[in-house]
């Protein structure tokens, strides 16, 4: 029982980052789409890493560090996509 409690208590303290890991998911999509894996490579690579160890602390249950990578992979995709948008013009 005291188990139980605590493992509802953690997870409570850090909740699921479900709207980071979609923010990060889209904005890398949209990097995609403006072509940043041509023309801005090393954010956009360094964005897909951010996700993928955002996905698996989720996996492993640590939320906190899962939100942090979110965060940050949809960032480094953002200035992938703005890169991107730049080169195009």
């Not at 850090?14 to 801005?40: C, G, H, W, Y």
């Not at 953002?78 to 730049?86: C, E, F, K, T």
Request: aromatic share 6%; proline share 3%; with cysteine.
């Amino acid at each position: 029982m005291l188990a139980m409690t605590t493992a509802w208590l953690m997870a409570c303290a850090n909740p699921i980052p479900v709207q980071e890991m979609s923010n990060a998911r889209q904005t890398l999509q949209a990097a995609k789409d403006a072509r940043a894996q041509v023309f801005a490579p090393g954010r956009y690579s360094e964005a897909q890493v951010l996700l993928e160890k955002a996905a698996k602390q989720l996996n492993d249950g640590d939320y906190y560090r899962a939100k942090e990578f979110a965060v940050e992979a949809k960032l480094v995709a953002s200035q992938a996509h703005r890169a991107a948008l730049i080169h195009q013009k």
